[in-house]
T-cell receptor
Framework: AQSVSQHNHHVILSEAASLELGCNYSYGGTVNLFWYVQYPGQHLQLLLKYFSGDPLVKGIKGFEAEFIKSKFSFNLRKPSVQWSDTAEYFCAVSSSFYNQGGKLIFGQGTELSVKP | NAGVTQTPKFRVLKTGQSMTLLCAQDMNHEYMYWYRQDPGMGLRLIHYSVGEGTTAKGEVPDGYNVSRLKKQNFLLGLESAAPSQTSVYFC????????????FGPGTRLTVT
């Protein structure tokens, strides 16, 4: 079955600490990969996406993610977090084939709390 | 350009009542989706549509119906609400060409008592 697994449910960091959130997926075929962020009380916003090419992708606000095909992973990283990064982070995958309707499968989410 | 909008933002229903959630997008997207978000479960796809007049079931379709009479609108209906449908509902849309980045609405918080 297709699935996305995020390793951490809740991560607590101090400002300036480095961040890595794990994401593994189980999906047959070629995929597109996404990280979305949801700030408290807001809707989901795209952080970054991978669909082809360089497996290291850079997103907004200093985030980056690396696609490792052999490990079915797409981990999110940031060298130095800020208090404003406090949010819930979702990893998601979709098939890259046009006839699959672009449906996203989401992980369970990781809540990040950054202490000032 | 408003993007994806949802109506209403909040709603409280009693068990057995019905309601319709409206989603509208002004980006001329073909694909539209309804998700529900529950703590610890991420977002789960309820129904989706790949074009005007088409709908299809997602992961958790039971208890919901949808309609896509106009390209820009996607309606989610609850015919007989149950407490298990208490959730936050998000609508999203995307274009037909990859990589299918979805744009989300602000959400509707529904409580069924």
């Amino acid at each position: 079955a297709q699935s996305v697994s995020q390793h951490n449910h809740h991560v607590i960091l101090s400002e300036a600490a480095s961040l890595e959130l794990g994401c593994n997926y189980s999906y047959g075929g070629t995929v597109n990969l996404f990280w979305y962020v949801q700030y408290p009380g807001q809707h989901l916003q795209l952080l970054l996406k991978y669909f082809s090419g360089d497996p290291l992708v850079k997103g907004i606000k200093g985030f980056e993610a690396e696609f490792i095909k052999s490990k079915f992973s797409f981990n999110l990283r940031k060298p130095s977090v800020q208090w404003s990064d406090t949010a819930e982070y979702f990893c998601a995958v979709s098939s890259s084939f046009y006839n699959q309707g672009g449906k996203l499968i989401f992980g369970q989410g990781t809540e990040l709390s950054v202490k000032p | 350009n408003a993007g994806v909008t949802q109506t209403p933002k909040f709603r409280v229903l009693k068990t057995g009542q019905s309601m319709t959630l409206l989603c509208a997008q002004d980006m001329n997207h073909e694909y539209m989706y309804w998700y529900r978000q529950d703590p610890g479960m991420g977002l789960r796809l309820i129904h989706y549509s790949v074009g005007e007049g088409t709908t299809a079931k997602g992961e958790v379709p039971d208890g919901y119906n949808v309609s896509r009479l106009k390209k820009q609108n996607f309606l989610l209906g609850l015919e007989s609400a149950a407490p298990s449908q208490t959730s936050v509902y998000f609508c999203a849309s995307t274009r037909t060409s990859g990589p299918y980045e979805q744009y989300f609405g602000p959400g509707t918080r529904l409580t069924v008592t």
